[in-house]
């Protein structure tokens, strides 16, 4: 007994056994997820291996095949020039031997008849007759005149030599022995000089690699076939990509040394391009970026101030009455059927329920969220199908009352178009109104030079100034917009399109409204 109470431990030797134990099994639990989380990096890095070797032998048979086709075709090539060298050389061989035997059976025939033109004359010698002799003599001289061994030339038509037919491949040889694998293009040289920024595009220009060398050996990054481009957009002018900003966009494919970007929204202030140059299969690496300002005015509706019955989507702002006639189909239904509108008179609409900022009554009011205070700025709207009633402009934003409406205080100004009843376009301004004469606009652009007191009003589609307002501006402005009936969506991130300064420069003497 006496032993067995000394093995047994007490209450605190037990907690401390119980301790130790816990601790041991803390640390035991820790090793397995450390083993656990290394047993799952060493499955994904064995797949990845395994995946390379895959790819890795596939690739191999791959540039295997090209490579013996490559072969086959510059044996191919070596085969029909041998063929066609071979050829050259055994025309003009017949051709010499035509001669040759030509020449050989004419002097073979010329051969005979002096041999028996000679045998004639020994014979002819012997006769001792005087008229016989004579006789036979005349005939040797008269057939000695007219013997081939006389009129054939002695002398080879052609001659045996061939040496213009020699040949020396050794250049060739050498270059047989330089080849080797095709190499990777060396990146291109963004050219920022003839890069061009403008009307919302953007011109891209470069050098190839090597362009500038004395030797021009294309050997060097072999011969280009074509280029790729990325851009992307970026607030900061080095390459390094920042949380949250985009992604590189592509353009494949480019036979040129430059691109054009189109139709972009200039949303940043800039754009970093980088392009890389390709040759028959391998791509090389992409040149240096290189960041290209794109500063334009962006700005959104402040959903603040928007009046209860405008709803404001991203670009967008649509009128919404509240009550019944604004939302029940049946009311619309019945507007072709009855003399009187179901669509309420801007003057007849009953106000609602407001915020603080928020504009209200018959003023269907809202603002831009960002201020103009300084420099060029341009931006354009865009009507939605079925409206009624639209402003566009900017103003003062302390200026404005809840109640107030645009183009009718002191601190507002803007282009009003109207088809309500009957169709109209105007430029207001403390609470004057100027009537123009020109079909309603179905994208209408917003230019305003702050420093110059210049607010202008474009048809875009038909390149006409409608309206300019010169003043001088001395409070922030704001956009400006008013909505009944219908909705609208306004375009940002554009900058100062070109065609502005034809309308700066030869459209002055347009009346305006002024302070």
Known sequence: MGLLQRDRPTGDEGDEVQQVMDTQKEALR?????LSNKNEELQNFLETVDSTLTGLQ???????????????????????????????????TQRKEAELQTQLLEGKFALLSCEELLEFANQTLTITNEEEFLKAAKQIKERVTMAPAFRLTTRPVV????????????????GLQRLHFLPVPRAPEVDVSRCIVRDNTIMVAWRPAGEDDSDGDISVSGPIERYDLEYRKTNQEGSLRAPGEACWEKICDIRETQVSVSDLKFDSCFVVVRVRARNKTAAGDFSE????????????????????????????????????????????????????????????????RAGRDRFTGESYTVLG??????????????????????????????????????????????????????SSLAAKHNNRAKALDWPLPQRIGIYCD?????????????LRLLHSFKTKFSQPLVPAFTVWCGGITIMTGLQVPSFMGNFLSTNRSLSNLSQ
């Open 30 to 34: 820790r090793i397995i997820s450390t």
């Open 58 to 92: 596939e690739e191999s048979c791959k540039v295997m095949s090209e490579l013996e086709a490559e072969l086959q075709l510059l044996s191919s090539a070596l085969d029909d020039k041998g063929a066609e060298l071979r050829g050259i050389i055994k025309e003009e």
């Open 159 to 174: 001659s045996e030599n061939m040496s213009q037919f020699t040949v020396d491949f050794s250049t060739e040889k050498a």
């Open 289 to 352: 970026p290189v960041a290209l300002e794109t500063r334009a005015y962006n700005f959104g509706f402040d959903a603040a101030t928007a009046h209860a019955e405008l709803k404001v989507q991203g670009d967008t702002v649509t009128w919404e009455p509240q009550g019944v006639k604004g939302h029940d189909p049946r009311l619309r239904g019945k507007e072709n059927k009855s003399s009187r509108s179901a669509t309420p008179s801007p003057n007849k609409t009953a106000g609602s």
């Open 369 to 422: 969220d960002q201020e103009i205070t300084g420099g060029t700025y341009y931006w354009e709207l865009r009507p939605l199908v079925d409206w009624k009633s639209i402003s566009v402009g900017v103003a003062y934003r302390a200026s404005l009352g809840r109640f107030d409406q645009l183009g009718k205080s002191a601190g507002s100004w803007c282009l009003h178009a109207s088809q309500w009843l009957q």
């Open 450 to 462: 702050y420093d110059n007191g210049d607010l202008s009003f474009i048809d875009v589609d038909r």
